[in-house]
């Protein structure tokens, strides 16, 4: 780890083999050296499998910690086969370095005290262990140890035909939020049976497909009526642009919105473009790729602070590098273009409530 040389099979190796939180957190806070080095030399989107790909191998070297220190608490080995799924930019391989938890547990079968008492026990000592190594926890308390995201494979059908029923806003919310679920460690199987429950509801269902899209279109305004950015007027961020959610979000409910229309079970929103691309019925999607790759670099390149050797960020691009010429044109090329689409959706859910009401 002493050069900016990448070597995935010594770097991911380093982490696997760690015992501990503290070795983790140190072999982490090693590659993600590793990996600034290597910003803006590799392809951004090559960049960003590198970064996810650690994220990766932590998750899969924590969940073996944490069952040991499972058996050291007293409360043995698991009960029964359980799957370690992430959410979130996680779920779509799109993690930055500081990047916080997004992530829940399926257990295998049927409910029942044994599963309850370990597996609560087991997801609050994991968010734990993740809080340990670097990754805070989720504001929206979207973690393995909270039960809304923590169930049996039954109860996770359950609330997922739940949420798919109420067509509410919240409920729609969390819907979208499982959307970008991915397999990380354990058994796999159970992962692919939950996504399996988790498309069937979308087949055929025009109401389900349509409240989707209505929380899909709201967005914060990021040009004013001349097409200039719009940059934060007041706070610690005045003359700043949320380049998270003012550009990389919107595209990200764009392409998740087609994906779930269309039946496409990719998480990563690369891939989700790339299987729209072969239907080849939209248009757009060469120019929202590229767009949706400025959005990953801006991202990467927002400033940041360390400490303890963890990053973190704001993800907003400072008011001194939006000076640069050649990023405002870009960011402002990005920002038309999510305009235009999100006029395009917002008239596609008018028409939509027009034949439904």
Not at 37 to 42: D, E, G, K, T, Y
Not at 201 to 227: C, P, Q, W
Not at 348 to 355: F, T, V, Y
Request: aromatic share 8%; hydrophobic share 40%; charged share 25%.
């Amino acid at each position: 780890m002493e050069s900016a040389e990448w070597n995935e099979d010594k770097n991911y190796l380093s982490i696997a083999t760690a015992g501990s939180p503290q070795e983790l957190k140190a072999r982490r806070t090693a590659c993600q050296t590793v990996l600034l080095a290597q910003l803006n030399v590799v392809p951004i989107e090559e960049w960003m499998t590198r970064v996810n790909a650690m994220h990766d191998s932590i998750a899969k070297a924590a969940v073996i910690i944490c069952e040991a220190q499972m058996k050291e608490a007293g409360y043995g080995p698991p009960p029964c086969a359980y799957s370690f799924i992430v959410f979130g930019s996680a779920g779509r391989q799109e993690a930055t370095l500081w990047s916080d938890q997004d992530n829940g547990l399926i257990v295998e079968g049927e409910p029942d005290g044994l599963k309850k008492s370990y597996f609560r026990a087991f997801g609050a000592m994991l968010s734990d262990l993740f809080e340990q190594v670097g990754y805070e926890k989720c504001s929206g308390k979207v973690m393995c140890s909270e039960p809304l995201w923590c169930k049996t494979l039954t109860e996770w059908r359950e609330q997922l035909q739940s949420w798919m029923d109420q067509l509410e806003w919240e409920p729609i919310r969390y819907l979208i939020i499982s959307s970008d679920m991915r397999h990380v460690a354990g058994n796999a199987e159970l992962s692919a049976e939950w996504r399996e429950a988790f498309h069937a509801g979308f087949i055929g269902n025009e109401k389900l497909s349509t409240a989707v899209l209505r929380n899909t279109v709201r967005h914060k305004a990021t040009l004013n009526l001349l097409g200039q950015v719009l940059t934060e007027r007041f706070g610690d961020y005045a003359g700043g642009f949320d380049v998270k959610y003012g550009v990389y979000i919107p595209l990200v409910n764009i392409v998740r919105h087609l994906s779930l229309f269309e039946g496409v079970w990719d998480s990563s929103t690369l891939k989700r473009l790339e299987v729209l691309g072969a239907l080849d019925k939209y248009q757009h999607l060469e120019d929202i790729r590229r767009a949706f790759l400025t959005a990953l670099r801006m991202r990467a390149n927002t400033p940041y602070s360390v400490n303890d050797g963890l990053l973190s960020s704001s993800d907003y691009i400072a008011e001194i590098d939006l000076k640069n010429k050649q990023l405002m044109s870009e960011l402002r090329e990005s920002l038309l273009l999510v305009r235009r689409l999100h006029r395009a959706l917002q008239r596609q859910l008018r028409s939509a409530e027009r034949r439904q009401s």
